[in-house]
């Protein structure tokens, strides 16, 4: 029992993680229905900057006091996130804004597109090989002497301390405020949320934004559990995020925060119980069944084609 405990603790820290990330697409599908293929590799060169800033201020990992360690995270935390949103909204203005009313694959061959542009920039960044992310997090245990027998780390922590309560203030966020309440808008019908005075294509790039915030902040977060970054990982945790989405219903908050949370424990456990080798398989098999029995995904709602 207490090696399920142990890699159900381990499902939640991860699932959190790609349920951060799976907020980037599931926001932009809801708003624009653009599956945004790039997003993974924006998260990717999201933590290329913290990784860069980290090297700016001279922080290694090892033997770093305290103090210095929280002031590059800090600085982590805002650089990369405000980077990934600009970035995004740069992507939408110039790739996405001009073929948003053209037949949805060209958006979705763009999409791709541009996904490889910045893969490859990540290359051209700091090379092929995968890099040593600072270790500024502790990995001591919390419950050590507990009797529990369960590992729970300050890494482990870090990553519930920071991907929760993004993911609620950004629930807070669309349902309370005025720009949230519009981006509901434009998602439900875009031709009336126009026609009563709300600037669609501000929205549209406030939604960019902010799903680049979230990756901004994944990216840190992940540098900082995993230590180990390279220009191939947008597309892999970009394939989970977006598994996820689709999993707890894609263009549903709720959704993809659930989805994240179900693929991290189905990973974890089926690592462990059906091998790491058939862990994937697993997954995309759950997936595949959850979307013949509802379409929709765990969450989504039937709703009427838009014509």
């Known amino acids: 029992m207490t090696e399920v405990g142990q890699f159900v603790v381990i499902g939640l820290v991860t699932g959190t993680l790609y349920a951060l990330i799976a907020l980037g697409y599931t926001m932009v ?34 033997g770093t006091p305290p103090g210095e360690a929280a002031m590059a995270i800090a600085f982590m935390l805002v650089a990369a996130p405000v980077f990934c949103a600009l970035f995004n909204v740069l992507i939408d203005r110039t790739v996405y804004r001009p073929v948003r009313h053209a037949p949805k694959v060209s958006a979705v061959v763009s999409a791709i597109g541009v996904s490889f542009i910045l893969m490859n920039i990540g290359l051209f960044w700091f090379g092929p090989v995968d ?11 919390l419950l050590d002497g507990s009797g529990l027998n369960i590992r729970f780390t300050y890494k482990d922590l870090m990553v519930v301390a920071v991907t929760v309560p993004a993911m609620v203030a950004l629930t807070l966020f669309v349902r309370y405020t005025t720009l949230g309440k519009a981006m509901r808008a434009t998602a439900q019908n875009p031709t009336a949320a126009r026609l009563m005075g709300i600037n669609v294509d501000r929205v549209i790039a406030a939604t960019f934004a902010i799903g680049g915030l979230l990756a901004g902040v994944a990216s840190v977060v992940y540098g900082l559990y995993f230590n180990t970054v390279g220009y191939q990982m947008g597309f892999q945790n970009g394939l989970y995020a977006f598994t996820a989405a689709v999993l707890g219903g894609i263009g549903n908050i709720p959704g993809a ?3 994240g949370i179900v693929l991290g424990l189905v990973r974890s456990l089926g690592s462990r119980y059906a091998g790491e080798e058939w862990s994937e398989a697993l997954v995309f098999g759950i997936l595949v069944l959850i979307l013949l029995f509802r379409p929709n995904g765990l969450l989504g709602a039937r709703i009427p084609e838009k014509v």
């Open 257 to 259: 925060v659930l989805g």
């Open 131 to 141: 890099l040593n992310f600072p270790n500024l997090v502790s990995n001591t245990d």
């Open 29 to 62: 599908y809801g708003i624009i229905e653009l599956i945004n293929f790039a997003h993974g590799d924006l998260f990717m060169l999201g933590s290329f900057l913290a990784l860069q800033v980290a090297l700016w201020l001279g922080v290694t990992g090892v």
